[in-house]
């Protein structure tokens, strides 16, 4: 089968590599789209990789066949992939299923060849069916929406003003989320043009430049001087931080969706004290929140297509990877592998 391959000396490199087998107690996929996501690009440049990675997570496909231990599958059905977890570990049973040390198994980014390939080999628990009326692109983006679902979740804000730092996948994918439960008014922070139009249109209230507008004057502007009940950093740039503890209510919710690796500079620790607001991260998602996600995405309440700048054939990922990725020209890549649905 064709997979993308990540090499030491080369980067990314299309390869013929034997298929994956359906042994005992796995199931067989057929790929049908997978979305490129930003932690494949921090992982790539992080140059701690194996040589010979199959990276990819975030796919949709097929049951294409499965091992003698394994029951309950129809050939065809359609399915999403998500991480496995013990169920029984002190995170498991706190419901952080996704912070499990003990069972946790995934694609691309663990222990199982990643989803830049025609087929991949899972366990039965990772398969989440994808339902009637949601096609395969969508399918293979429901994890984005996820991953902003989770943050909104961890903040436990329920309404009321919100900002969103950030408008790549996952910060236009909160945007939308917020609008669907109410929030109000929504902002998008976004230096990028393209990127505020699509904010808009997923249901921003305001858009603004952060680098060009002035975001404090704005901010007493929009939310009467209280500051923002809620701040989702979706950007991943530190400056972002002691910004948003300027910027939030008092009483309010910072959460961090995105991951930053770098130390950031807090001036005004105190003004946790003086506004006892909450500071937060989120990481990763649950089944249940992927399930919500594609639910409305067949209710039609979720849209996840116009994300998509860049549609290629797997082969052509290398060079779009070089040319289009790295520079951070693409909103969402999505690979056409095999067919879709
Ligand atoms: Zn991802
Ligand atoms: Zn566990």
Redesign the pocket.
């Known amino acids: 089968m064709k997979a993308v391959i990540y090499r030491r000396e080369r980067g990314l490199v299309t390869e013929e590599v034997p298929a994956p087998r359906p042994e005992d107690g796995t199931i067989l996929v057929r790929v049908a789209n997978t979305g490129f996501c930003g932690s494949d690009h921090s992982l790539i440049e992080s140059g701690l990789l194996p040589d010979g990675t199959i990276l990819g997570h975030e796919a949709s496909g097929t049951v294409a066949g499965w091992g003698s231990a394994v029951s309950g599958f129809t050939e065809g059905a359609r399915i999403i992939v998500r991480p496995t977890?013990?169920?029984?570990?002190r995170?498991?049973r706190a419901g952080r299923?996704y912070l499990?040390r003990?069972?946790r198994r995934t694609i691309g980014i663990g222990d199982l060849p990643g989803a830049f390939a025609e087929y991949i080999r899972i366990y039965p628990q990772m398969a989440i069916p994808v339902p009637e009326g949601v096609d395969s692109r969508n399918a293979a983006m429901a994890e984005t929406f996820a991953a902003a679902l989770h943050g909104i979740h961890t903040s436990q804000s329920r309404g009321g003003s919100v900002l969103v730092m950030g408008g790549g996948p996952i910060g236009l994918a909160a945007v939308r989320l917020l609008k669907l439960l109410g929030f109000t008014p929504i902002v998008l922070s976004e230096p990028l043009p393209e990127k505020r139009d699509l904010g808009r249109r997923f249901g921003a209230d305001h858009v603004i430049d952060p680098l060009r507008e002035d975001l404090r004057r704005s901010t007493r502007e929009w939310t009467a001087g209280i500051g923002f009940e809620t701040i989702l950093e979706c950007s991943g740039a530190a400056g972002n931080i002691p910004e948003a503890f300027e910027l939030i209510a008092s009483g309010g919710a910072i959460c961090m969706i995105s991951i930053l690796f770098g130390s950031i500079p807090i001036s005004q620790p105190m003004l946790m004290n003086f506004k006892e607001f909450r500071f937060t991260g989120a990481y990763s998602n649950t089944h249940g929140e992927n399930r919500q996600c594609l639910a409305w995405m067949a209710a039609g309440e979720i849209d996840a297509r116009p994300l998509i700048s860049d549609l290629i054939p797997l082969e052509a990922l290398p060079r779009l990877y070089r040319e289009r990725i790295h520079p951070g020209k693409t909103v969402k890549v999505m690979l056409r592998i095999g067919e879709e649905f």
């Not at 977890?85 to 570990?89: A, D, I, N, S, W």
Request: with cysteine; charged share 10%; proline share 9%.
């Open positions: 977890f013990c169920g029984q570990c995170d498991c299923p499990c003990a069972g």
